[in-house]
């Protein structure tokens, strides 16, 4: 009896605990003064377009070319691509709203999608970044170089200066982001880094077995390109599908049938390359 009443004692002393941790001692999150991603301190002025700020650096496209933003401006995007199945690696694709200009922002970090879902709107403080051309794809991030001999391109900012030069603008609306459909009288070069649907083709070699990027088909890389054989994209030469091997679907059949597909549209040099963001963006029509 003793015994038990001893332990009602501790009872009662550690829900006494618990009270005063609940009314002062145990701080909850404070969002009050913004999202806890980015830099609130970031203001809406200076706002330029993606094609002003083309125009003012018109290497924008150019492999190993370094471009430093040193004018206080800023792009005020929506995320049409990140990360949350693993194919967009360290990068999130952006538009504007009215013009539909496209980048890639590349980034240092993983799981971008938790805090930049589809739909999210986004200031970018692009003042101290840097634009250039990855295998003539237009990018932002930060000069990169192999080793002291070799050339510097534009490639992932660190996570620590990303975090400094955005800012979250209001919850994410996906019901905003709307492909555009392919066809191939289309500028391929200005729809560069755009979110585009191509529809009723098909994949070259698909019998119902292969893969979207079997390990085995990459070889000692780390993504397979598979390529589209349905007229108007039977070029085997200019329009392929990519795939990491770390996709959440890599290892998944590709339909026999004819699809549509949506992707962020991507350039490497003169190849044209569709990045699917998820399961989802694969849609069997036969």
Not at 34 to 62: C, M, R, S, V
Not at 97 to 119: E, N, R
Not at 152 to 163: E, G, I, K, T
Request: hydrophobic share 35%; net charge negative; aromatic share 10%.
């Amino acid at each position: 009896m003793r015994n038990y009443i001893k332990y009602l004692c501790g009872l009662c002393l550690l829900c006494v605990l618990c009270a005063s941790c609940q009314d002062g001692d145990w701080d909850a999150p404070d969002f009050s003064d913004g999202a806890p991603y980015g830099n609130n301190q970031l203001t809406e002025d200076n706002i330029i377009t993606i094609a002003e700020l083309k125009a003012k650096y018109p290497k924008y496209a150019d492999n190993y070319t370094t471009s430093e933003i040193t004018e206080d401006c800023k792009l005020r995007v929506r995320v049409t691509g990140n990360d949350v199945q693993g194919n967009l690696y360290n990068s999130i694709a952006v538009q504007e709203d009215k013009s539909g200009d496209a980048l890639i922002i590349a980034i240092t970090g993983s799981d971008l999608f938790a805090y930049l879902p589809v739909g999210q709107e986004i200031l970018i403080d692009l003042k101290g970044l840097y634009i250039g051309g990855y295998g003539l794809q237009p990018q932002i991030g930060t000069p990169y170089a192999k080793d002291a001999t070799s050339d510097a391109y534009v490639s992932r900012m660190p996570n620590n200066v990303w975090q400094s030069h955005f800012k979250l603008l209001g919850t994410a609306k996906p019901e905003l982001v709307v492909p555009i459909e392919f066809t191939s009288e289309r500028d391929l070069a200005a729809d560069c880094g755009k979110l585009m649907t191509i529809k009723n083709i098909s994949i070259k070699g698909a019998d119902g077995t292969v893969t979207w990027a079997s390990k085995s088909d990459a070889g000692s890389g780390t993504s397979v390109s598979k390529y589209f054989v349905e007229s108007p994209y039977s070029s085997t030469s200019k329009y392929m599908v990519y795939t990491s091997t770390y996709a959440d679907f890599a290892n998944t059949p590709i339909p026999t049938g004819k699809m549509n597909l949506t992707g962020i549209w991507k350039r490497y040099n003169n190849a044209w390359e569709l990045v699917i963001r998820d399961f989802n963006d694969i849609e069997v029509v036969q």
